[in-house]
C-alpha cells in the first residue's frame, strides 16, 4: 500500500536551516508528481511545493520561494530544503501524493523560535 514517512523536523531558531525527508513506497514514484504541505497550528493546510517526475519543474509557494527547494532522488525519496527560517514557518509539515486519490504522510513538526 501507498506509503510516505516524513522525517527531518525539529526546533530552530529563526535564520536557521532544516532538511525534511519523505520516504515513498506502493506506487510508482518515477512517474508521480510530489508535494509538500504544511498546517499551522489553527490554520487549514497550505500548499508549500511540488515537484514533477525527474525532479522538473519545481513549484513554490510565494512565501518560500527562493528559501526553500524542493528535489528528489532515485529510490523513492523527496525533500524539503529550508533555509532562512521564519517563526511562521512553524506547521507540521506533510508529504502528499495525489493518486486518483490523496494520500499524506504522519507530518513532522518544524518549530522555529528563539
Known amino acids: 500500500q501507498v506509503q510516505l514517512v516524513e522525517s527531518g523536523g525539529g526546533m530552530v531558531q529563526p535564520g536557521g536551516s532544516l532538511r525534511l525527508s519523505c520516504a515513498a513506497s506502493?506506487?510508482?514514484?518515477?512517474?508521480?508528481?510530489m508535494t509538500w504541505v504544511r498546517q499551522a497550528p489553527g490554520k487549514v493546510p497550505e500548499w508549500v511545493a511540488s515537484i514533477s517526475p525527474g525532479g522538473s519543474p519545481t513549484n513554490y509557494e510565494v512565501d518560500v520561494k527562493g528559501r526553500f527547494t524542493i528535489s528528489r532522488d532515485n529510490a523513492g525519496t523527496v525533500y524539503l530544503e529550508m533555509k532562512s527560517l521564519k517563526p511562521e514557518d512553524t506547521a507540521v509539515y506533510y508529504c502528499r501524493v495525489d493518486l486518483g486519490r490523496t494520500y499524506w504522510g504522519q507530518g513532522t513538526q518544524v518549530t522555529v523560535s528563539s
Open positions: 506502493g506506487f510508482d514514484f518515477s512517474t508521480t508528481r
